[in-house]
């Protein structure tokens, strides 16, 4: 059980018999008070986030791998190439070391799936209580190819959006979870690393207009954003939109919009219309974008994201006034 807060020696160990047996690298294992990495001179991407997702283990993952698949993901989405993690653990004294082991191997997992290293980190262990078992920061420093200029802000008319995947698989695994929801249908989270898939896409430059993970809020929110900072609007194909048919069946029973669902494993890529089919074809290749789909494309003819329904109608679809579910990463 946890109960290394004090600084002494039970904390070296939990630094050494842990962190360092999964983490540990040349960078990490100095234990210096700041790690000194080398970088090429070129343009970096820097970014960070906080993981308290509950229930802390899902189908498909576990808060750890979460917290670094998550980051990566943040970088990848500038197009850069990540490099190096900072990971920060605020645990809660009596969370069990079987239970810490097993999140800590699953972060060394994803973070070697996605070629990166853990070059520095904190832990505090807070009393019973002051915490919900775990909670993980984790911040990652990529480099950019500065030829490259990839953003929210470049969604222009006529290019095409696609989704990488289905729709709404980590918001419906985490909600069936919680209590009192308990589906029997076969859930699983899509948390991954999108780094590697988005390596490929780099290969058409700047007919990369958008990348957007659509994690909290989902496709909705992120389509809303990026109309917003485009200044564009978007009409969406209802047909088009690939979800697992749990999903979709669970979200006709609760009377949920799949759109708003989290994602933690895919990505919305608005490109030129002209490499919109090249672009397809290099997602079908790859684990992570077999299912991909274009679901419609950038218009001026509205400032608003539209859907285009089976029955040929159109609404507007809106960011949730309130947050949906809470704790879902």
Known sequence: MIGHGGGGRLSQQLISNLFLKYFGNPILNALEDAATVMLPQRKIAFTTDSYVVTPRFFPGGNIGKLAVCGTVNDLAMRGALPLYLSVGFIIEEGLSIVELEDIVRAMAEAASTAEVQIATGDTKVVGRGAADGIYINTAGIGIVDEKLN?????????????IS??????GMTILSLREGLSFKADLRSDCAPLNGLVKELLRFGNDIHVLRDPTRGGVASSLNEIAGSSNAGMLIDESSLPFKPQVKASCELLGLDPLHLANEGKFIAIVAASAADNILEVLHGHEYGKDAVIIGEVTDKTRRVALRTYIGSTRIIDIASGELLPRIC
């Open 150 to 162: 990839i953003s929210a802000e470049n969604a222009q008319p006529g290019d095409k959006v696609i």
């Open 165 to 170: 995947g289905t729709i709404g698989d980590h």
